[in-house]
């Protein structure tokens, strides 16, 4: 009896680690903040309906199919959906495309202050107005943008 336990114990003792390793890899392989594969971007442009626009597989040399780079395609969305819907639509569009691409977050500033301009354009200079839309989108940037 002793030595089937000793070797129950010897078989968990040399397989547990062995597990244990392999599913703390693969758990880690697969988490929020790491850069998206080529797998993810393929993943992505299969889900979605046509495979062009923000957030999808953009070809060889970083260009959207329009022949844009990734942020200005982004700044024509933006601007697309603060003039068909609200800044808030424009604005919740910029975080989830930070958030679905991180390659984005070095423009995410410059996109947020030119949309906070624009809303105070749409809205005939309406700061007031404009600023109640502001959430902390890269850093304050869309308020800074209404405020100048």
Do not use: N
Not at 34 to 54: K, Y
């Amino acid at each position: 009896m002793k030595q089937l336990l000793r070797r129950i114990g010897q078989t968990v003792a040399l397989t547990l680690p062995v597990v244990l390793v392999t599913t703390g890899t693969l758990a880690v392989t697969r988490v929020p903040w790491a850069p998206p594969t080529g797998l993810d971007q393929q993943v992505v442009a299969a889900s979605s309906g046509d495979g062009a626009g923000i957030g999808r597989s953009a070809g060889a040399a970083g260009k959207t199919p329009d022949g844009l780079a990734p942020q200005d395609a982004l700044r024509v969305a933006m601007l697309d959906e603060l003039r068909e819907h609200s800044p808030a639509a424009a604005l919740d569009l910029l975080e989830r495309s930070m958030r679905e691409q991180p390659s984005l977050t070095p423009y995410c500033t410059s996109l947020a202050t030119e949309l906070g301009r624009a809303t105070v354009k749409k809205y005939q200079g309406d700061v007031q107005r404009a600023r109640s839309f502001a959430r902390p989108v890269c850093d304050g940037s869309f308020a800074a943008g209404i405020a100048g």
